[in-house]
């Protein structure tokens, strides 16, 4: 037997693994298993060279408690070590990086993944146990060894009696962490990090039934019960996960029970997926979906897992994929995402940008192809993924370059037309008199009713643009097309939205405006309202409300962020009056002597428009009722 001390001059590094990596102390189950795993894979591919003379088998890693004895075992049938090499491991190198890290990164430790990186994976067992075991025997012929540590740096190396090829580590767990000696603790760990390693994992056992043979067990009480009930290791994994295999392989029912595999509690199917895969410049592989998401965008709970070679890492993928597809959902594996470093400094690697590239760009390509490939599929889906597409576009430049050719606009009469096609289809009808295509939207079927039959009435097509973020989406499509204008259907009357050559001559004269609108500005709120005179069509309703679209526009803005005019969001709503002097109405208020029949007038007209507009509420509105059931009396 010999005993030593490990090689590292920072005597306290145990108690600062356990401070540092507190908040993450349950991934040391998942770093032992990562260790196990690249043992049976070394000595798979050492096998297949024939570098190995043994016989690789079916090997499993097997995690075991013992709760009397407050052990936790996880044994591997991999490469195993001799020990010289548990010297050189476990003793030297583990620690080669310890002083470094802890300067380097002591404010950021908490990210789990800097642990793997360092050598310090299999110390993280520290943070659990107070004393660790390693019982290993090498795929050489050569004895087995077995190395104590009980948290300090002092450790014991003597021969061992294992017969079998691999490693057995044994953690003592401490005091503070019994919780780990829980089976329905344990299990949740391995559902989390291990659910898809490439090595099964076995966690106790479970009873099967197997169909048996006529007479095949005469020990079976019953000699026609077709089943025997057998113990079967309890695999915790699948080793083969959907995104490991060629797009090829799998079909679309594949695809679906993956998702359910991944997120159990997910009832609903999801809209699409695409699957990710690529060797270079960097490698990276994965299946995304397309969920059904409510314009309301409801807090994500089930987010896309990020794996390195299926070793689950976080949910955390801010800065790998683009934030507009952090509302989708499904796995991502890769390499080479650096994961030792804070993540302000993972958003400016070259490597992470690259990759956050290559999803934008796949993503687009596959909406691209579904939209050419099943038009009225994709139209049926629109209204369930449009809000991660316009996010997309406001986003990322590289994502709005190729979004044109699949982005659909949706009219007020279920049609969805492409940017391409409302230019082609709406220039003949709605360019204005200075040659801009004005492009009518409603933002609420209902509330925008009588200004969307309006503008039907002139042969005019209305689109329906109702996502919280789309004054955003319009303000950047305008700037990249400069002959073309958005305009909402109840921002000014029909004539004055898409202006013509000709000119409706007001009945009333000069002078007979003038008085209309002094008695109008006498009557109505200036706080609320602007007056306008405008000459329409004899049968256009007589009073209309309307908000100018800049204003409407800079307050939406500001509401949902970034982009609007500083402090707009909370400034009053401000609308304007717009009166039709050719109307009957507005000729009788000013024709009309009885100032409290024209108060009643203007009253009841200007009701009648905030009814229109669902304005009006209330006190005024119990007032309107009443006085309108005075005049039918």
């Given at each position: 037997m010999t005993t030593g001390k490990i090689n590292v001059s920072v005597e306290n590094i145990f108690p600062l693994i356990k401070k540092f990596l507190y908040s993450d102390h349950e991934i040391f189950l998942r770093e032992l298993i990562s260790n196990g795993t690249d043992a049976t894979l070394k000595l798979k591919h050492l096998t297949s060279i024939g570098e190995a003379k043994v016989e690789y088998g079916n090997p499993i890693i097997e995690v075991k408690i013992d709760k009397e004895g407050k052990?936790?075992?996880?044994?591997?049938?991999?490469?195993?070590?001799?020990a010289d090499e548990v010297e050189k491991y476990i003793n030297q190198l583990a620690f080669s990086g310890a002083e470094e890290f802890l300067e380097k990164y002591k404010d950021s430790a908490k990210d789990s993944g800097i642990i793997g990186h360092f050598g310090l994976g299999f110390y993280s067992?520290?943070?659990v146990a107070s004393q660790v075991e390693i019982i290993t025997k090498s795929y050489k012929d050569e004895p087995a060894a077995h190395w104590t540590c009980d948290g300090s740096p002092e450790f014991t190396l003597e021969p061992s009696d294992k017969t079998t090829r691999g490693t057995e580590i044994i953690l003592h767990i401490a005091e503070d962490s019994l919780e780990f000696l829980e089976e329905y603790k344990i299990k949740e760990l391995l559902n989390k990090y291990n659910k898809f390693m490439p090595i099964p994992i076995k966690f106790g056992t479970r009873t099967e039934n197997i169909e048996q043979k006529k007479g095949e067990f005469v020990e079976s009480e019953d000699k026609d019960e077709p089943f025997k009930t057998v113990e079967v290791d309890n695999i915790i994994n699948n080793p083969n996960p959907a995104w490991t295999k060629q797009p090829t392989e799998l079909t679309d029912e594949d695809y679906k029970s993956f998702y359910h595999e991944v997120y159990p509690l997910q009832f609903e199917e999801p809209l699409f997926h695409i699957h990710l895969n690529v060797d270079y410049p960097f490698n990276?592989?994965?299946?995304?979906?397309?969920?059904?998401?409510?314009?309301?965008l409801q807090i994500q709970k089930d987010k896309i897992q990020l794996y390195q070679n299926q070793v689950y890492v976080t949910d955390n993928v801010e800065g790998i994929v683009p934030e507009f597809l952090t509302m989708l959902k499904g796995v991502i594996d890769s390499p080479d995402i650096p994961l030792n470093v804070s993540r302000s400094?993972?958003?400016?690697?070259?490597?992470?940008?690259?990759?956050?590239?290559?999803?934008?760009?796949?993503?687009?390509?596959?909406?691209k192809a579904l939209f050419t490939e099943n038009r009225a599929d994709f139209e049926e889906k629109w209204n369930d993924i449009k809000i991660v597409l316009e996010y997309g576009m406001l986003s990322e430049d590289k994502f709005y370059e190729k979004a044109g050719t699949f982005m659909l606009y949706p009219t007020?009469?279920?049609?969805?037309?492409?940017?391409?096609e409302i230019k082609e289809n709406l220039t003949a009808t709605q360019t204005d008199k200075n040659g801009k295509l004005v492009v009518l939207y409603a933002s609420n079927k209902d509330a925008q009713h009588s200004y969307i039959e309006i503008a039907k009435e002139k042969g005019y097509e209305v689109l329906l643009l109702d996502s919280p973020i789309i004054s955003h989406l319009i303000q950047k499509l305008e700037s990249d097309n400069n002959q073309l204008t958005f305009v909402r259907v109840d921002s000014d009357h029909i004539d004055n939205l898409i202006k013509k050559e000709e000119e409706t001559i007001s009945k009333l004269s000069e002078e007979e405006k003038n008085n209309l609108k002094s008695v109008l500005e006498t009557l109505v709120p200036k706080t609320k309202y602007s007056v306008q005179l405008e000459a329409m069509d004899s049968q256009a309703a007589p009073f209309i409300i309307t908000q100018p679209e800049f204003l409407r526009r800079m307050k939406e803005m500001s509401q949902s962020g970034g982009g609007g005019m500083f402090g707009m969001g909370n400034m009053p709503e401000m609308y304007n009056l717009v009166v039709n002097t050719n109307s009957d109405l507005a000729s009788n208020i000013l024709n009309t002597s009885d100032k409290e029949t024209q108060e009643s007038l203007v009253k009841q007209a200007l009701d009648l428009a905030k009814l229109s507009q669902n304005l009006l509420k209330g006190e005024e509105l119990t007032a309107f009722v009443k006085r309108s059931f005075d005049m039918i009396k």
């Open positions: 052990k936790l075992h996880i044994i591997d049938q991999g490469i195993g070590m001799t067992a520290f943070m990276l592989t994965g299946i995304l979906y397309f969920p059904k998401l409510g314009a309301d400094s993972l958003q400016s690697d070259g490597a992470v940008k690259k990759i956050s590239n290559y999803i934008t760009r796949k993503v687009a390509d596959k909406l007020v009469d279920d049609k969805y037309l492409t940017l391409d």
